[in-house]
Nanobody
Framework: QLQLVESGGGSVSAGGSLRLSCAAS????????MGWFRQAPGKEREFVGV????????LYADAVKGRFTISRDNSNNRVYLQMNDLKSEDTAVYYC??????????????????????WGQGTQVTVSS
């Protein structure tokens, strides 16, 4: 079982950067694919990206590809979301999530929030234009 706590959200101007952090407590963090999702007001939660538990390979949504980068530090049970060149449409609550032994080769599953076992409480990111 994992407990996930996000931090690092805030307000930033368009074109700026933020780095979100997710601290995990519990066992076997290294056996989880770690995903980031976001939910804007009035919209469904959407996939942002995920990092593999096997080789730290990553997969991103088209909307953030080239601007966002996910990394992980298994020694400290943390996963990060570096967000650059932020746009107003990136405004949302961002959630960290964990998928036990998630397989990034099965994109249809790893992009679905139904595949994730644990979730953080979310952190607000607001981008003003």
């Amino acid at each position: 079982q994992l407990q996930l706590v996000e931090s690092g959200g805030g307000s930033v101007s368009a074109g700026g950067s933020l780095r979100l952090s997710c601290a995990a407590s519990g066992r076997f963090f290294s056996k989880y694919a770690m995903g980031w999702f976001r939910q804007a007001p009035g919209k469904e939660r959407e996939f942002v990206g995920v990092i593999s538990w096997i080789d730290s390979s990553t997969l991103y949504a088209d909307a953030v590809k080239g601007r966002f980068t996910i990394s992980r530090d298994n020694s400290n049970n943390r996963v990060y979301l570096q967000m650059n060149d932020l746009k107003s449409e990136d405004t949302a609550v961002y959630y960290c999530s964990a998928c036990h032994q998630g397989d990034l080769r099965v994109e249809s599953l790893i992009r679905s929030d139904l595949s994730y076992d644990y979730w953080g409480q979310g952190t607000q990111v607001t981008v003003s234009s």
